[in-house]
């Protein structure tokens, strides 16, 4: 992909600009994305090494992730309201967890209604660390939930379709949430769209064979 984009500003360069090496850079870095995110899901998928587990405020990182897109969502035209009990720490892949927030808000803006709001919650019940991303939105098929964590999966409406994206996020997201020995899982119901997370607190080591 760098050798491509490089040649197109060659190209550039002698021939000058045009609409066809505009479209050449656009799907060049749409690839790029592609790749990158390909990885990001197949590392998340890998089995987690014991250097990488670390005890961390967990309550912290979805503070900042919530006031990292509270300004996006206000550039679009919506509302980021967030419940977060402090103080909630856990051992786990950290930067698993700053991704993890980022894809479901990142989701939840994309897809809440205009003017609606998006209401963030992270709490603790017992020795587990639970959250739940909700938004409204109009043009939800229901049937299709269980297929919003497969890889490639958009849905059919024309709001997916102007989104972008490849269906990689969600899968992503599951990713991450399995590997904590969690569960995903979304529902909707009078108009809202809200996904789950149920981590526990310890993430404990597998038993070698």
Known sequence: MAILSADVGLLEDSCGQSRWLESAHTQIARMDLLIKNLMELVRTEETVEETSIVSFCVSDIAQASVDAFEPLAREFGKRLEARIAPGISMRGVQDNFFRLFSILLDNAIKYCDLEGVIFFCLDQKGKNVCLSVSNPCVDVDASQLSRYFDRFYRADSS???????????????????????????????????????????????????
């Open 159 to 209: 709001r997916a379709r102007s989104t972008g994206g490849y269906g990689i996020g969600l899968s992503t997201a599951k990713a991450i949430v399995t590997r904590h020995r969690g569960r995903i899982s979304s529902r909707y119901a009078q108009g809202v769209i809200t996904f789950y997370v149920t981590i526990p607190q310890v993430l404990k080591k597998e038993r070698r064979r």
